[in-house]
């Protein structure tokens, strides 16, 4: 089996300690939570950190809660917790959607959403879901607290907002009434990457779609946020042929690299059916129709 | 630098480099050779052990990372000579044939009916999608953890 | 104390003989307390790396160990310059060729060995690699098969003298040119297709790997290794570096599967050997799991034309035409008069009046291999060839692809059957085995679905196939590796107590053979499975044999256990007569006793035969001693199991995604010594087809870079992707076999591929007009056929 190079390990305490330790020891020390990204490059030493900052004992970093008109959820909460929540399962059922068919039930059990977001891999479910819904994300450093859109949030291929010596602590998602949220995926395999995912969330008040978010995976050098198909979804009435000409622009909007899970257009032509059938479905939710 | 992780119950203390993995850890310790590798890129399964009553992947998780946890290995299940339900199911139903990758199919089956004591077909194969097997083509190991669910009652040693 | 062998059982007669016995090695694994190959540990021992090469195709500049060496943990490093003094730079293969252990003047793949880091432990061993600098010059590469042979493709082996293009091995024929052109001549129907079977690979759980430890007061090398033929091994480690046979020892251990991956000698077991020699101490090689997938043993890779043709409503002929991509050294294993292994035996199940088959295999810049993951020596290329034709005939003739096939198998009556390529198939009854397939499926029922679902614009497919396999290599006269004949051994010793042990020559890898040999000894002499040992995976201990593969186990080792053991019950008929004062031909057996005919009360149990055979008492004239005897096999031909499978499909119309929603398969592998094994067999090797008709491959892009040389791109199924499977069986006893028995272990990776291939395109051909797709099938490649753009696999 393949092993990492050598590295220094410390453990946080608190998130103090943890932004502490990255200010003194730089660029080359990496925080560690679950490992399963890190740790699987680190085997293969396409990743070599001089420096582990362990976090796992920041237990008040895990949790979600409404705090007001938000859900909030802790940067080191467990993908399982986020697919076992019922409260998250009410509000953004998106996320039970994807943390089904993200990595495997054992994986599960240690990555967290902080990990996800943070890896910046366009293939990644959790950030179209938190593109879609809106989502904030929450990022510390010795300097204090700030708060980035997820729009935002993502730079580039593997590059977030969050900056030397910064730590993702929080994700916010607001809550609006006639909520409504699905995530579909196609994998050639369980546990596989995405070949193309797509997010959706509607809000729907009086019949009618007052705000809408659409974002898709692995078709982008990041998360694909498709603000032109949120314009055209938004005062409209939801019908099928309303989110199937939302999967159009999904198509179009997308820029999806050719490898092994498929050519370019079969992705665009993911893209456009698993919009289609996420807003369906979030649609359906969000009017109580999905049984 | 020196870690003491409690493995099956027993504190087992080594020196070793922040670089060494939890399945070395383990491996390296007398008797404990139960748990094995397979693959480079945590997708196989055969290294699955409980940590804190969890399945993980011990190929992904460093040693110093488990300071302060319960480890439970394959070697765990029997206890006094009495055998765990899912083991006495796996052989009930032949769900083993080359035996590689069943120490992380049994923890990773003891986990679930800890958890789910009735789990459906498609709660077990979904339980052990993170784990391969070459040799049985899993029919037969859902048909032990079913065996295991229903015979946890009669055959549990009472701990 | 509770423990596996006494635990209360829900079969409640334990048979004595034939029959769903759990299996006894199952209490060690179920613990934990198997004992593989990283499980052994041997004071001293030091640990080895292989440093591979990241081109597919370039000369090597230099090598310079220096930085490797100045780590305190390096012991050595090794590379070709060193081993060329021990004259084992190169190495020779099964198929006569030469491969390369460590390269010297070029690399020809990407992943071959370059060099070889001895270390205190696998993480510095790991570090090494890195402080070794190699210089490239990289050249171009050839990945696609059929451009191997173009004019100006890069010559890869020109370390061969004589050698001016990339072919293989030249053009081997089967069948009858002339009579199959007439076929076609005649024919009302005829169809082309080129059907590619990519390159995938065995990936068993646990890699390959070697333990070697030579002593040298005592010349003695001793050798862990998890090997499906450890045997021959020996023998070839004897050859290739100059050692005494008689002193080299391998140990197998327990094996974390094989499939065919284990049969080869690798460049890293060479390096274990010479490092140890060379160290002194026991070196610790194992790969991981990407040089695995990149450098060890793969399957397949057959480029195929052909062309099948019909008259009145049968086949009647067939063409074929192969490149085999053999990649950058020639290291298929096959028999020796068989260059393309078993291939011939394309002509099927089918009453055919000619074929004519044609193979030619070449050279590219890839991993060696070919003859691997239960292929039964390129059967499973030829069943699915003729398979997906016969279903091309169908599509063509607007036939039922059940239909044809009844209206073309070999009869009942046509058997023993010599086929249009000289095989002699030795028992059968096809139409019965399909027809226990369609019940099992309801194919009717299904039909009726498929047409209701396609009103409605749903994907469903049933897919079949239907093949005849030979196993069992091989008779002596016909069949060597390496000149080494495929014959088995086994060794029967009755002990006073009359428990029993018996030695073996196959080689389990999780096949069950400490259970079902035992069982085969209980049938003959009825002394207890639990009272029986079987003996196996320790050259020094077990019988010469050439190993486990190919389904060679029951066919070869189990008619040799079969034939020991009624050698032992004749010795014991003997003993018995003159301890019950009669002669040996008044005496009837009944399973674990001889008694006088005719006075059933008067009898000698087995253990009481063995007490007597051990003491000083008297024995027949001129008998020795104990009870005990020793059989080599040689089979008379190849068995020939056979079988029908059935596959439903639903492909999701608008992502193409595949499912398999059911899998039936019928098998006729003769007489069952174990039916809970042989199901067993056949599920994994379902779950494998599937693979590989639906993700496993290997590919390669224009540089000969891997494209799949991790878990995370080399996918295989797990427990989601693999329906509830349903198995049938028929009963054709094989007619040679001591016990009636066939093989089976590689029957469902043979016929399960082309059953969802022929599915898959019974989804789609009504509705998208697709009439052919290469594997894998995987969503994507699904959706380029049904958008009428199929392409071959990279």
């Known amino acids: 089996m393949q092993t990492p190079a050598s590295f220094e390990y410390e453990r946080a305490t608190s998130v103090e300690g943890a932004l502490e330790a990255l200010q003194r020891l730089g660029s080359e020390a990496r925080i560690i939570a679950g490992g399963h990204s890190l740790?699987?490059?680190?085997?293969?030493?396409?990743?070599?950190?001089?420096?582990?900052?362990?976090?796992?004992?920041?237990?008040?970093?895990?949790?979600?809660?409404?705090?007001g008109y938000e859900l909030r959820i802790g940067a080191l909460t467990r993908h399982v917790e986020l697919l076992k929540s019922d409260l998250l399962a009410l509000r953004f059922p998106v996320f039970r959607d994807a943390e089904q068919v993200i990595a495997d039930p054992v994986v599960r059990n240690r990555g967290t959403i902080g990990g996800s977001l943070c890896q910046a891999d366009a293939a990644e479910d959790l950030s179209a879901v938190c593109s879609a819904l809106k989502a904030k994300a929450v990022i510390?450093?010795?300097?204090?607290?700030?708060?980035?859109?997820?729009?935002?949030?993502?730079?580039?291929?593997?590059?977030?907002?969050?900056?030397?010596?910064?730590?993702?602590?929080?994700?916010?998602?607001?809550?609006?009434?006639?909520?409504?949220?699905?995530?579909?995926?196609?994998?050639?395999?369980?546990?596989?990457?995405?070949?193309?995912?797509?997010?959706?969330?509607?809000?729907?008040?009086?019949?009618?779609?007052?705000?809408?978010?659409?974002?898709?995976?692995?078709?982008?050098?990041?998360?694909?946020?498709?603000?032109?198909?949120?314009?055209?979804?938004?005062?409209?009435?939801?019908?099928?042929?309303?989110?199937?000409?939302?999967?159009?622009?999904?198509?179009?909007?997308?820029?999806?690299?050719?490898?092994?899970?498929?050519?370019?257009?079969?992705?665009?032509?993911?893209?456009?059916?698993?919009?289609?059938?996420?807003?369906r479905r979030a649609a359906a939710r969000a009017q109580h129709q999905e049984v | 630098m020196q870690v003491t992780i409690s493995i099956n119950g027993e504190a087992v203390s080594r020196d070793v480099e922040p670089r060494q993995l939890l399945i070395h850890f383990i491996r390296d310790s007398p008797g404990l050779t139960g748990t094995h590798w397979g693959c480079d890129t945590s997708n196989c399964g055969a290294c699955v052990v409980l940590m804190d009553g969890q399945p993980i992947k011990s190929c992904t998780t460093l040693a110093v990372m488990c300071e302060g946890h319960e480890i439970r290995t394959v070697e765990s299940l029997e206890v006094n000579g009495q055998l765990d339900p899912v083991q006495q199911g796996f052989h009930e139903t032949h769900a083993l044939q080359c035996g590689f990758c069943t120490p992380g199919m049994l923890m990773t089956s003891r986990a679930l009916l800890d958890e789910n004591?009735?789990?459906?077909?498609?709660?077990?194969?979904?339980?052990?999608?993170?784990?391969?097997?070459?040799?049985?083509?899993?029919?037969?190991?859902?048909?032990?953890?079913q065996w295991a669910a229903e015979h946890e009652t009669t055959t549990r040693q009472e701990v | 104390m509770a423990t596996v062998e006494n635990l209360p059982s829900t079969v409640h007669e334990r048979p004595i003989g034939f029959g769903r016995l759990k299996r006894k090695e199952d209490a060690r694994f179920i613990r934990g307390k198997g004992n593989y190959l990283d499980d052994v540990r041997l004071p001293g021992m030091v640990h080895g790396a292989v440093l591979r090469s990241p081109y597919a195709h370039a000369r090597i500049v230099s090598i310079d160990t220096s930085r490797a060496l100045a780590h305190p943990g390096v012991a050595a490093v090794v590379t070709a310059k060193d081993l060329e003094t021990l004259g084992l730079a190169w190495m020779p293969t099964i198929s006569y060729d030469t491969q390369a252990v460590l390269a010297g003047d070029k690399v020809r793949f990407q992943g071959q060995e370059v060099a070889f880091v001895i270390a205190t432990d696998e993480y510095i061993a790991r570090d090494a690699l890195q402080l070794i600098d190699v210089e490239y010059e990289p050249l171009p590469a050839i990945v696609n098969a059929r451009k191997a042979l173009d004019p100006d493709a890069p010559l890869i082996r020109d370390d061969k003298v004589g050698q001016t293009d990339n072919l293989a091995s030249p053009t081997w024929e089967a069948g009858d040119e002339q009579a199959t052109d007439s076929a076609f001549a005649e024919a009302d129907?005829?169809?082309?297709?080129?059907?590619?079977?990519?390159?995938?690979?065995?990936?068993?759980?646990?890699?390959?790997?070697?333990?070697?430890?030579?002593?040298?007061?005592?010349?003695?090398?001793?050798?862990?290794?998890?090997?499906?033929?450890?045997?021959?091994?020996r023998t070839v480690y004897a050859q290739v570096a100059g050692l005494a046979e008689h002193m080299i020892r391998i140990r197998t251990g327990d094996i974390g599967g094989g499939f065919g991956n284990k049969v080869p000698v690798y460049p890293g077991y060479v390096c274990a050997i010479a490092g140890s020699i060379v160290a002194g101490a026991p070196v610790k090689w194992i790969e991981d799991r990407s040089e695995n997938l990149m450098s060890t043993g793969f399957a397949r890779d057959y480029v195929m034309h052909a062309e099948m043709c019909s008259k009145d409503g049968k086949i009647t002929g067939l063409r074929v035409d192969v490149i085999a991509d053999h990649g950058a050294f020639d290291s298929t294993a096959q028999p020796t008069k068989f260059p393309a292994g078993f291939f011939h035996i394309v002509c099927g199940s089918y009453d055919l009046e000619a074929s004519h088959v044609k193979v030619k295999a070449v050279y590219t810049n890839k991993a060696p291999g070919g003859v691997a993951y239960r292929c039964?020596?390129?059967?499973?290329?030829?069943?699915?060839?003729?398979?997906?034709?016969?279903?091309?005939?169908?599509?063509?003739?607007?036939?039922?692809?059940?239909?044809?096939?009844?209206?073309?198998?070999?009869?009942?009556?046509?058997?023993?059957?010599?086929?249009?390529?000289?095989?002699?198939?030795?028992?059968?009854?096809?139409?019965?085995?399909?027809r226990v397939a369609m019940d099992i499926a309801g194919y009717d029922e299904?039909?009726?679905?498929?047409?209701?679902?396609?009103?409605?614009?749903?994907?469903?497919?049933?897919?079949?196939?239907?093949?005849?396999?030979?196993?069992?290599?091989?008779?002596?006269?016909?069949?060597?590796?390496?000149?080494?004949?495929?014959?088995?051994?086994?060794?029967?010793?009755?002990?006073?107590?009359?428990?029993?042990?018996?030695?073996?020559?196959?080689?389990?890898?999780?096949?069950?053979?400490?259970?079902?040999?035992?069982?085969?000894?209980?049938?003959?002499?009825?002394?207890?499975?639990?009272?029986?040992?079987?003996?196996?995976?320790?050259?020094?201990?077990?019988?010469?044999?050439?190993?486990?593969?190919?389904?060679?186990?029951?066919?070869?080792?189990?008619?040799?256990?079969?034939?020991?053991?009624?050698?032992?019950?004749?010795?014991?008929?003997?003993?018995?007569?003159?301890?019950?004062?009669?002669?040996?031909?008044?005496?009837?057996?009944?399973?674990?006793?001889?008694?006088?005919?005719?006075?059933?009360?008067?009898?000698?149990?087995?253990?009481?035969?063995?007490?007597?055979?051990?003491s000083g008492e008297s024995l027949p004239e001129e008998m020795e001693g104990g009870l005990d005897a020793q059989v080599i096999y040689d089979p008379p031909n190849l068995?020939?199991?056979?079988?029908?499978?059935?596959?439903?499909?639903?492909?999701?119309?608008?992502?193409?995604?595949?499912?398999?929603?059911?899998?039936?398969?019928?098998?006729?592998?003769?007489?069952?010594?174990?039916?809970?094994?042989?199901?067993?067999?056949?599920?994994?090797?379902?779950?494998?087809?599937?693979?590989?008709?639906?993700?496993?491959?290997?590919?390669?892009?224009?540089?000969?870079?891997?494209?799949?040389?991790?878990?995370?791109?080399?996918?295989?199924?797990?427990?989601?992707?693999?329906?509830?499977?349903?198995?049938?069986?028929?009963?054709t006893p094989c007619p040679h076999h001591p016990l009636g028995a066939k093989g089976v272990g590689e029957s469902p990776n043979v016929g399960s591929p082309p059953a969802i291939v022929n599915a898959v395109i019974d989804a789609l051909h009504e509705s998208h007009g697709v009439d052919h797709i290469d594997m894998p099938c995987t969503p994507a490649r699904v959706w380029a056929a049904m958008q009428g753009r199929p392409e071959p696999p990279q």
């Open chain 1, 140 to 279: 510390r450093g010795a300097q204090g607290e700030r708060v980035v859109g997820l729009d935002e949030f993502y730079i580039g291929p593997f590059t977030t907002a969050v900056g030397d010596g910064e730590m993702l602590t929080e994700v916010r998602l607001p809550m609006r009434p006639g909520a409504g949220s699905a995530h579909e995926k196609v994998e050639r395999r369980a546990g596989d990457w995405a070949v193309a995912a797509a997010s959706a969330a509607l809000w729907i008040e009086d019949g009618t779609i007052a705000d809408a978010g659409v974002a898709l995976s692995a078709v982008g050098p990041t998360t694909v946020q498709v603000s032109r198909a949120e314009e055209l979804l938004r005062g409209k009435k939801p019908s099928d042929e309303l989110f199937a000409q939302a999967g159009e622009i999904s198509s179009e909007e997308c820029a999806p690299l050719p490898d092994g899970r498929g050519p370019i257009d079969y992705k665009r032509h993911l893209a456009g059916v698993l919009t289609k059938r996420a807003l």
């Open chain 2, 117 to 145: 004591p009735n789990p459906t077909e498609r709660e077990i194969r979904t339980a052990i999608s993170g784990a391969i097997c070459r040799c049985t083509g899993y029919k037969n190991i859902v048909a032990a953890v």
């Open chain 3, 189 to 233: 129907t005829i169809v082309t297709r080129d059907i590619i079977y990519p390159r995938c690979h065995p990936a068993p759980l646990e890699t390959c790997g070697m333990i070697a430890d030579f002593n040298p007061q005592t010349g003695q090398l001793d050798i862990y290794n998890g090997n499906q033929a450890p045997h021959a091994h």
């Open chain 3, 376 to 434: 039964s020596f390129r059967i499973t290329e030829a069943v699915y060839l003729v398979e997906r034709m016969v279903d091309a005939l169908a599509l063509e003739m607007g036939a039922d692809p059940i239909e044809l096939r009844m209206q073309s198998f070999i009869a009942p009556e046509q058997f023993p059957y010599e086929t249009t390529t000289g095989w002699t198939y030795d028992s059968g009854n096809y139409a019965q085995t399909m």
């Open chain 3, 639 to 731: 068995t020939y199991p056979y079988g029908a499978y059935i596959a439903v499909v639903d492909i999701d119309p608008e992502t193409a995604e595949v499912r398999v929603r059911r899998f039936i398969a019928v098998d006729d592998c003769g007489v069952r010594i174990n039916p809970m094994v042989v199901d067993g067999q056949i599920h994994g090797g379902l779950a494998e087809g599937i693979g590989i008709a639906l993700m496993e491959v290997i590919t390669f892009d224009e540089e000969g870079n891997c494209l799949n040389g991790s878990f995370m791109d080399y996918l295989v199924p797990t427990a989601l992707e693999c329906p509830d499977f349903e198995l049938g069986e028929t009963v």
């Open chain 3, 446 to 614: 299904l039909r009726r679905e498929q047409a209701e679902k396609r009103a409605r614009g749903e994907l469903m497919g049933v897919g079949v196939s239907f093949f005849t396999e030979g196993v069992g290599a091989g008779p002596r006269k016909h069949m060597d590796i390496l000149g080494l004949s495929m014959n088995d051994g086994a060794d029967l010793r009755v002990h006073p107590s009359g428990k029993a042990m018996v030695s073996i020559s196959a080689q389990t890898q999780g096949q069950g053979h400490e259970t079902t040999f035992a069982q085969i000894v209980a049938e003959e002499l009825g002394i207890p499975p639990e009272d029986v040992q079987v003996r196996h995976g320790d050259t020094d201990r077990s019988p010469y044999g050439l190993g486990t593969y190919g389904s060679r186990s029951t066919p070869v080792s189990g008619a040799a256990v079969a034939v020991v053991s009624r050698k032992v019950r004749d010795k014991a008929r003997m003993i018995a007569a003159t301890m019950l004062e009669t002669r040996a031909e008044d005496l009837a057996w009944e399973k674990g006793r001889w008694y006088v005919k005719g006075d059933p009360e008067k009898g000698a149990l087995i253990e009481d035969i063995a007490v007597r055979a051990y």
């Open chain 1, 39 to 67: 740790l699987p490059m680190m085997k293969l030493r396409l990743a070599n950190p001089d420096h582990l900052i362990d976090i796992n004992d920041l237990h008040e970093l895990a949790y979600i809660r409404e705090e």
